[in-house]
Nanobody
Framework: QVQLVESGGGLVQAGGSLRLSCAAS????????MGWFRQAPGKEREFVAA????????LYGDSVKGRFTISRDNAKKTVYLQMNSLKPEDTAVYYC????????????????WGQGTQVTVSS
């Protein structure tokens, strides 16, 4: 299985931007579809974005559509989440995930999950 490590979280003012990174090791990176999820205290885990192995397909949750962009650099074995126009309701722990199919990632059935990185948006 692939191992995942997130980075890039922090504190930002509303309206600001952050870029999260997820570095992968193990397996063949291009075989994995990748995704981002988030979870706020007392809330259910929420789908944020997903991208296919060859970057041909992307999907975004309704709450972030138009503000967030997922991308990947297969040479660096890294997936990114560019977050713009951040809102206080974006505050959560963000997790990256990997699975053998795009459908599995979107549905939350990933084989591997990162440890999470905290994003806090102040008003």
């Amino acid at each position: 299985q692939v191992q995942l490590v997130e980075s890039g979280g922090g504190l930002v003012q509303a309206g600001g931007s952050l870029r999260l990174s997820c570095a992968a090791s193990g397996g063949t990176f291009t075989d994995y579809a990748m995704g981002w999820f988030r979870q706020a205290p007392g809330k259910e885990r929420e789908f944020v974005a997903a991208i296919s192995g060859g970057s041909c397909r992307t999907l975004y949750g309704d709450s972030v559509k138009g503000r967030f962009t997922i991308s990947r650099d297969n040479a660096k074995k890294t997936v990114y989440l560019q977050m713009n126009s951040l809102k206080p309701e974006d505050t959560a722990v963000y997790y990256c995930a990997a699975a053998g199919s795009f459908l599995a990632v979107v549905g939350g059935s990933s084989n591997s999950w990162g440890q999470g990185t905290q994003v806090t948006v102040s008003s």
